[in-house]
């Protein structure tokens, strides 16, 4: 029973840090897109390279979840912009102890995404705007925090 829930639990900190990687790419890609949204689904397929990456599938009996990625126009709270993941897995090892039906278990990990250089672009745009300047000129201004 120690050594099952020993495995349980070193099987939800891979997933956990799994998830967490990829939500910590999903946060930082950035494309270089002309629209604010155009670099999401590029971001959604580098997350799912990296969470690909851990080893889930050798250490997990049945492993079969997928990143899930809650890109910011998909939720109706920012809050919840990030990287989850389900799966199931088996906590006990008897009906007496823990049970033998699957527990249905969900890694999440809510860390947002950081503004594209377009959304900074037309923040900084109307930033000049406002002060009577305008954005025909190309220039771009880098301040790293948006």
Same mark, same amino acid.
């Given at each position: 029973?120690?050594?099952?829930?020993?495995?349980?639990?070193?099987?939800?900190?891979?997933?956990?840090?799994?998830?967490?990687?990829?939500?910590?790419?999903?946060?930082?890609?950035?494309?270089?897109?002309?629209?604010?949204?155009?670099?999401?689904?590029?971001?959604?397929?580098?997350?799912?390279?990296?969470?690909?990456? =851990?080893?889930?599938?050798?250490?997990?009996?049945?492993? #079969?979840?997928? @990143?899930?990625?809650?890109?910011? /126009?998909?939720? *109706?709270?920012?809050? =919840?912009?990030?990287?989850?993941?389900?799966?199931?897995? #088996?906590?006990? @090892?008897?009906?007496?102890?823990? /049970?033998?039906? *699957?527990?249905?278990?969900?890694?999440?990990?809510?860390?947002?995404?950081?503004?594209?250089?377009?959304?900074?672009?037309?923040?900084?745009?109307?930033?000049?705007?406002?002060?009577?300047?305008?954005?025909?000129?190309?220039?771009?201004?880098?301040?790293?925090?948006?």
């Amino acid at each position: 029973m120690i050594f099952r829930i020993g495995v349980n639990l070193t099987n939800g900190f891979l997933v956990h840090y799994a998830t967490f990687m990829a939500s910590r790419t999903y946060l930082v890609i950035d494309n270089n897109s002309n629209s604010p949204s155009g670099g999401d689904q590029n971001a959604r397929n580098r997350a799912s390279i990296v969470f690909e990456k =851990f080893p889930m599938k050798h250490t997990i009996p049945g492993w #079969n979840s997928l @990143i899930k990625i809650n890109h910011p /126009g998909s939720v *109706p709270n920012a809050l =919840f912009t990030g990287a989850w993941s389900e799966y199931t897995e #088996n906590f006990g @090892i008897s009906d007496i102890v823990g /049970g033998i039906k *699957p527990m249905v278990l969900r890694s999440e990990s809510f860390i947002g995404r950081e503004p594209t250089r377009a959304n900074c672009l037309q923040r900084v745009c109307r930033a000049m705007e406002e002060v009577g300047g305008d954005c025909s000129v190309h220039t771009t201004f880098f301040d790293n925090g948006c």
